[in-house]
C-alpha cells in the first residue's frame, strides 16, 4: 500500500502556463521591460528559485528573487 500520491496537476487537470507568462509580463512592465513568449518559454519546468534568479537578472531588478517569487505565486 502507498502512504502518499503526489499529483502534478499542472498540465494534466489544470494548464497554468498561460498564467504564469502573464504574470511574468505584468512583472516586466512593471520594471519597463518587455517579456518576450520566448523568455517565458525559457522558465518552463525550472524550479521556483531559479526562476527567481533568472527573473532578476532578465529585468536588472533590485527585488529579491524570493519577492519575484512571491509577486508570481501571488498572481497565478
Given amino acids: 500500500m502507498w502512504d502518499a500520491v503526489f499529483w502534478d496537476l499542472d498540465g494534466t487537470l489544470v ?3 498561460p498564467i504564469w507568462m502573464e504574470a ?3 512583472l516586466a512592465t ?3 521591460t518587455e517579456w ?3 523568455d517565458g518559454l525559457a522558465l518552463v519546468g525550472l524550479a ?5 534568479t533568472l527573473v532578476k ?4 531588478s533590485d527585488l529579491s528573487g ?3 517569487i ?3 505565486v501571488e498572481r497565478v
Fill in 66 to 68: 524570493a519577492e519575484i
Fill in 15 to 17: 494548464h497554468t502556463g
Fill in 36 to 38: 518576450t513568449r520566448e
Fill in 57 to 60: 537578472e532578465r529585468l536588472k
Fill in 48 to 52: 521556483l528559485t531559479d526562476t527567481g
Fill in 30 to 32: 512593471a520594471h519597463g
Fill in 70 to 72: 512571491d509577486f508570481l
Fill in 24 to 26: 511574468e509580463r505584468e
